[in-house]
């Protein structure tokens, strides 16, 4: 999964997190936003990345971010029943300046847009953007 995201692989790395999460089983998931986010955020953690979830900016809370030596990882989450809100959510990064933040440090910058969906558990969509360079 660190490599996919080192390379930019977004597909790749979204399609390991599917599979982590087509492992739970139905009866225990709940539909909920926080419920994806926090197991994404565990799940990431575990493998040693350096996640920070509700990352405060002058403008807003970002859902997570994902650092590297050279590269910062933008990531929102929306959630809704089938529709893919992937599109909403990079959006909202682009609209509050998310970015802005981190443009100090002279990395490069992805933003990336991850929806669930509640029917069928799962990531239903992804969107992903180079911010700045």
């Known amino acids: 999964m660190r490599y996919n995201l080192i390379t930019k692989n977004t597909p790749a790395f979204i399609a390991i997190l599917k599979s982590i999460l087509a492992t739970v089983p139905y009866a225990i998931a709940k539909t909920q936003e926080g419920y994806f986010h926090s197991n994404i955020h565990l799940i990431l953690k575990l493998l040693g990345f350096e996640i920070i ?62 929806s669930f969906n509640d029917v069928d558990r799962d990531i239903n969509g992804f969107v992903f953007e180079r911010l700045f360079i």
């Open 53 to 114: 979830s509700e990352e405060l900016t002058n403008n807003g809370r970002i859902d997570a971010v994902i650092r590297f030596i050279d590269i910062i990882n933008i990531i929102e989450f929306k959630f809704g029943n089938t529709t893919d809100l992937s599109k909403s959510a990079l959006e909202q990064i682009k609209e509050k300046k998310y970015a802005q933040k981190f443009l100090v440090e002279h990395k490069e910058i992805i933003g990336m847009g991850v």
